[in-house]
């Protein structure tokens, strides 16, 4: 059995890999970095070489930025929107047996602090979510003709690949620092604002938990449990033994995109995956890990 992961080289790449290689499935990555097949979603020529290559089982759409700012809009379009196109297409011409997951995102749903369900009206607030919202309505458009197309709406998850860019990170590798020494003062906004701190190999597994079966096509993907910034500062620094508020320098008058955001896994959970991993067991994790940071 084949996987094709687009997008291999990002955090979701990396534990998607990992989680087919545990199931015996062998693995062809493609990304624009890092050591993989070079390519481009984007490019229509690349994704049916690719396909009529190597007719995988199992396709993962995992390419794109990591930002919601409107200056990305035409990368976000162009890896998002035109990558499921070119995936879809091509497997309805050339593979229609293979299985695809399209990536999703909490993001896309409107918020208003309830647990949020795959079945939830979607939202229109950045080009982010719109792209997404267009990849979603391809999805079910080549589902309706034959293809098995299935979206997985992943909430906020984290690993020792994020780059200090993410406060989870940017919070633990201080955390590290000052455990070896450093005075240093950590600037941050908002830390009441509430998400989902679940590992991101966890996550993987429910994203293969979701494409290895036929009778759900698509599901948010998440922990359903969600804490706030400050309650990850008071995990990383219960590691160190040190009290987070002599590090810590809030920034005034900062505006979150949201003051929580949390799933509601009913449905993933009905197929039997939960988020295994606590937020305490994460906080260990990423304080003490050799793994190098990804562009993820």
Known sequence: ??????????????????????RRIEVIGVSRSGPWLRGDVASPEIVEKLIRSHYPEMIFHLAATSTTKHDAIYENHAAIGTGTINILESVRRWSPASKVFIVGSGLQFINNGQPISETDPFDHGSSYVAVRNYSVYLSRYFRSIGIRTYVGYLFHHESPLRTAEHVSQKIAQAARRIAEGSDEILELGDISV????????????????????????????????????????????????KDWRRYV???????????????????????????????????EIMLNSKLATNSQ
């Open 249 to 283: 320098n809030q920034t005034k008058n900062f505006k979150a995109e949201y003051q929580v955001l949390v799933s509601n896994p009913a449905t993933i959970n009905s197929l039997g995956w939960y988020a295994a991993t606590t937020i305490s067991e994460l906080a």
């Open 194 to 241: 509430r998400k989902e701190w679940t590992f991101a190999e966890n996550i993987a597994e429910g994203i293969i938990t979701l494409i290895e079966q036929d009778r759900v096509f698509e599901a948010t993907i998440g922990s359903g449990q969600a804490y706030s910034i400050e309650d990850w500062l008071n995990e990383c620094f219960k590691l160190i033994n």
């Open 1 to 22: 059995m084949k996987a094709l992961i687009f997008g291999a080289n990002g955090q979701d790449g990396y534990y998607l890999a990992e989680a087919c290689r545990k």
